[in-house]
């Protein structure tokens, strides 16, 4: 794995252990509520990954970004598919988002040099 998604990961790992140290049941509840919201359902997994992602990239949430692409590219999502939830999030966001859309594109070819 590349250097931007080891420190990444890593980054999350040891601050989501940390919050969880003394997080309240509300906290922990909201965690699983997002785990579980994003689990299979009516909608595949792959579609609500792609769905998380178009709305994190109109939020301009890096972290986020680097969330929803690594489960979209554990979901399987191919580039074709990547590049239409791209355009779709910089229609919708404008173009505030095209510095996240940098971002993510660099992330993304990260992650696909693996395969």
């Known amino acids: 794995m590349g250097q931007l998604i080891n420190d990444f990961e890593a980054y999350r790992t040891k601050m ?3 919050i969880m140290e003394t997080a309240n049941t509300n906290i922990k ?3 699983a509520l997002d785990t579980t919201t994003y689990a299979e359902g009516a909608l595949d997994v792959k579609t609500k990954e792609m ?3 178009v709305a994190s990239m109109v939020l ?3 972290d986020c970004i680097k969330y929803h692409l690594g489960k979209c590219h554990e ?3 191919r580039h074709d598919e990547m590049n239409e939830v791209f355009m779709i999030a910089n229609l919708v966001g404008g173009s505030i988002v095209i ?3 940098r971002r993510a594109v660099e992330y993304w070819d990260e992650l696909s040099a693996d395969i």
């Open 16 to 18: 989501n252990d940390r």
């Open 29 to 31: 509840r909201f965690f």
């Open 51 to 53: 769905l998380g992602l």
């Open 60 to 62: 301009r949430c890096d």
């Open 75 to 77: 979901a399987g999502v």
């Open 99 to 101: 510095p996240h859309y």
